[in-house]
């Protein structure tokens, strides 16, 4: 165990002190830790009439004693502290492990949002490249990537309506769970007496969703039915939900709709019709490998011969831009295997290809194995880049890229795309750019107005969403407390 002395920030340092440490229990303190046998100190200090960022670490494994501290500007403002502090921190647990985060400092989720506020103050390219690598220590390339990111989401970003909405529909029912999910998604066959009444109410939510959208004045633009995995429901149910949406939406503004039929052996010819009949024009089909080996580990129920058959059905039914799923660092994968992987699904020809790195999760079964990918890390983040290279040589461009908290080695989640195909939602969602009105279990609504940001959660489990549905509806009010909020105007539900 490491105990942790950070009277402010304790948040930012903590995570720091996890890229370091995967797994070690660390131990926040509000005290300076006397006897704790490894520690690590960070906090500001007044020395000589001035405040200085000072870090002190003592630990046992690896074996290290050393201190850092520099002055803190006059008047600096506390994200300028918190900065100084991660940066003396990081190169202290460098020097004492010899470990070296690819994203330096940076814990966040989206630091391709930095790239854009630094961006819009001003800077250029070379300049944010520097302050990037200088003053948070990420890694050239992958400040690169961040950068190459941005610019391809700058034309889609730019056209962002600031009274459109986004609409996320949760289908949590997957054929079996994967080792590494930790998504709310129950399997099919443990839950399949909930589903018709989970679609029943989820129909009747997204009624009154329409409702409140429309008395916003809030004007559909994208589409979103994920999970869990949709094309789990049969062709009808598929066609139940899409209905409802297309019954009670405004959708002539509607610019994308998207299905992830995620499980290559639940997509069939019946059920892409039914989406290609409902206006669908995004799918995706996601093997995560192409090694039947691994798959069958992981706990997928299929083969990737059925991803080139999903394909070749997809191809056939309608004219869908179809996204292909892959995780680096599964259990049991090696380069050779992730390489021969990428291999045939770029033979697949698919608009999107998303790269994910495997993140272990505490409510996956994942979490108790510690077979993950057992390169160093620095053959993992060369197999990304090498990803990231074949992926350009084929015409693929960085389209949207986010962070996990668990992801193996603090590395990324990249999603790439061909020219003019990228995922709108995608982008939207990730620069939390525009409002997501969620539905179904596990939905989490976001309410957007520039950089103020509201979170409405619906109840995460099927049984629950069902059994509480008159609280799932009432907490709809959220929505014209929000904009009423915003505009100072009194706005009723249509």
């Known amino acids: 165990m490491i105990t942790l002395f950070s009277p402010r920030f304790a948040y930012e340092m903590e995570h720091i002190s996890r890229m370091y440490f995967p797994g070690e229990k660390i131990r926040l303190v509000k005290s300076m830790p006397q006897e704790a046998e490894q520690f690590l100190a960070v906090r500001i200090l007044e020395q000589d009439g001035a405040p200085t960022a000072y870090v002190r670490a003592r630990l046992i494994e690896p074996p290290f004693s050393g201190e850092a501290r520099e002055p803190v500007g006059p008047g600096a403002p506390p994200a300028e502290q918190e900065r100084l502090l991660g940066v003396l921190l990081c190169r202290l647990l460098e020097e004492a492990t010899g470990v070296r985060p690819p994203w330096g400092i ?47 989401q700058r034309h889609i970003l730019k056209e962002v309506n600031p009274r459109g909405f986004n609409l996320y529909i949760s289908i949590p029912f997957c054929p079996t769970r994967c080792l590494y999910c930790s998504f709310v998604s129950q399997s099919v066959d443990k839950a399949a007496r909930l589903i018709p009444e989970y679609l ?115 191809r056939a039914c309608g004219d869908f831009a179809v996204n292909m799923d892959l995780i680096a660092g599964l259990p049991g994968e090696s380069a050779g295997s992730f390489s021969s992987t990428l291999d045939q699904v770029l033979a697949l020809g698919p608009e999107n290809v998303t790269v994910h790195t495997l993140t272990v999760k505490r409510s996956s079964a994942l979490r108790e194995r510690d077979d993950a990918f057992a390169g160093s890390p620095l053959e993992l983040n060369a197999l990304l880049q090498s990803a990231r290279d074949r992926l350009a040589g084929a015409g693929y461009a960085p389209y949207y890229l986010y962070r996990q908290k668990g992801c193996v080695q603090n590395l990324e989640n990249v999603g790439f795309s061909l020219p003019g195909r990228e995922g709108l939602y995608n982008v939207y969602s990730m620069e939390e750019a525009q409002t997501i009105l969620a539905v179904g279990a596990g939905g989490v609504t976001k309410l957007v107005a520039g950089s103020d940001i509201r979170r409405v959660c619906n109840h995460k489990y099927p049984y629950e969403y069902i059994a509480r549905f008159d609280e799932v509806l009432g907490r709809k009010t959220a ?16």
């Open 479 to 494: 929505l014209e407390e929000f904009y009423e909020r915003i505009t100072g105007e009194e706005i009723h539900a249509g």
């Open 106 to 152: 940076l814990t966040g989720v989206r630091p391709v949002r930095l790239c854009r506020q630094w961006a819009e103050a001003g800077l250029g390219r070379a300049a944010i490249r520097r302050r990037f690598t200088e003053q948070y220590l990420v890694d050239g390339e992958k400040a690169d990537l961040a950068m190459e990111t941005a610019a391809t």
């Open 200 to 314: 029943d109410l989820l129909c009747k939510e997204l009624k009154a969703t329409a409702a409140h959208a429309r008395g916003l004045g809030l004007v559909l633009e994208t589409v979103y039915m994920g999970g869990g995995t949709p094309t789990s429901l049969s062709a009808a149910q598929l066609d139940q939900v899409l209905g409802a949406v297309a019954e009670h939406f405004d959708c002539g503004s509607l610019r994308e709709c998207t299905v992830e039929a995620g499980r290559p052996d639940t997509v069939t010819p019946e059920k892409l019709r039914v989406l290609a009949e409902r206006g669908v024009d995004r799918v995706s089909v996601n093997p995560q490998t192409m090694n039947d080996g691994i798959l069958q580990a992981i706990g997928r129920a299929h083969s990737a011969a059925q991803v080139r058959e999903a394909m070749r059905m997809t």
